[in-house]
């Protein structure tokens, strides 16, 4: 972190876009994995999950790389990629689409 500091205030008036936009992909990184990790129960976890993956596919057809990645770096994140027991819950075909969406 401190190297990335250094760089960052010596090129910060230079780069303003590419930090707000990394800043804004970090966001709604955070903002995903937060939403689906406040839901209280399985059910609601496995939904919010759903809700997700069909988020990402829908920003993916209407080629929004950048939120697509942000919503899949939410996804594949540690909290969210050990909730086995609310994965269990997905339906085949949203599991299929998830799976289609990492390969990409």
């Known amino acids: ?13 230079q780069a303003k876009n590419i930090l707000h936009f990394a800043e804004r992909m970090n966001t709604l990184t955070r903002w995903a994995a937060t939403s689906i990790l406040a839901q ?12 997700f993956i069909n988020i990402a ?7 929004n790389f950048s939120s697509f990645i942000a919503i899949i770096n939410a996804l ?8 086995h027991s609310a994965g269990t819950r997905l ?7 998830n799976e ?4 990409i």
Do not use: F, P
């Open 57 to 63: 596919d829908e920003l993916y057809r209407l080629n």
């Open 76 to 83: 594949e994140g540690s909290a969210i990629s050990r909730l």
């Open 91 to 97: 339906r085949g075909k949203v599991c299929q689409k």
């Open 40 to 51: 209280k129960d399985k059910v609601s976890r496995a939904k919010m999950i759903t809700d």
């Open 1 to 13: 972190k401190q190297w990335y500091q250094r760089r960052v205030r010596g090129y910060s008036h």
């Open 100 to 103: 289609d969406l990492y390969e």
